[in-house]
C-alpha cells in the first residue's frame, strides 16, 4: 500500500507560480510511475503530467507543457510539480497518483493509489 498526501495548493494571480508536492508513504516511489491530474469545477479528471523509470522520464498534457515541470526526489520520497505561468483555466484540485505496473501513464485508471488532493485557484 502506498498513501500519498499532496499540499501547495491555494490562491494565485494568473502569472504566478506554485509548486505542489505530494509526500508518499508505506513504500518507496522510485520503481512506479508517478503522475499528477486535475479536475476543475463541472469538468471531468484531466492528465497534467506523469514520470516513469529509472531516468525519471517525464510526460506533459500540451495544455502544460513548457509551463510545468513534474519531479521527483527519492530520497524524501516525494513528488513534486512545479507550476508557472498560471492561468485561471489551470484552477482545478489536483491529485498525486502511482502506478505499480507501468500502465499508460495519461490515463487515470491506469494509477493503483491516489491522494485527496490540495486545491489551486487562479484568478484572473
Known amino acids: 500500500q502506498v498513501q500519498l498526501v499532496e499540499s501547495g495548493g491555494g490562491l494565485v494571480q494568473a502569472g504566478d507560480s506554485l509548486r505542489l508536492s505530494c509526500a508518499a508513504s508505506g513504500r518507496t516511489i522510485s520503481t512506479y510511475t508517478m503522475g499528477w491530474f486535475r479536475r476543475a469545477p463541472g469538468k471531468d479528471r484531466e492528465y497534467v503530467a506523469a514520470?516513469?523509470?529509472?531516468?525519471?522520464?517525464?510526460y506533459y498534457a500540451d495544455s502544460v507543457k513548457g509551463r510545468f515541470t513534474i519531479s521527483r526526489d527519492n530520497a524524501k520520497n516525494t513528488l513534486y510539480l512545479q507550476m508557472n505561468n498560471l492561468k485561471p483555466e489551470d484552477t482545478a484540485v489536483y491529485y498525486c497518483?502511482?502506478?505499480?505496473?507501468?500502465?499508460?501513464?495519461?490515463?487515470?485508471?491506469?494509477?493503483?493509489?491516489w491522494g485527496p488532493g490540495t486545491q489551486v485557484t487562479v484568478s484572473s
Open positions: 497518483a502511482a502506478d505499480r505496473f507501468g500502465r499508460p501513464y495519461y490515463t487515470g485508471s491506469a494509477y493503483d493509489y
Open positions: 514520470i516513469r523509470g529509472s531516468a525519471g522520464t517525464t
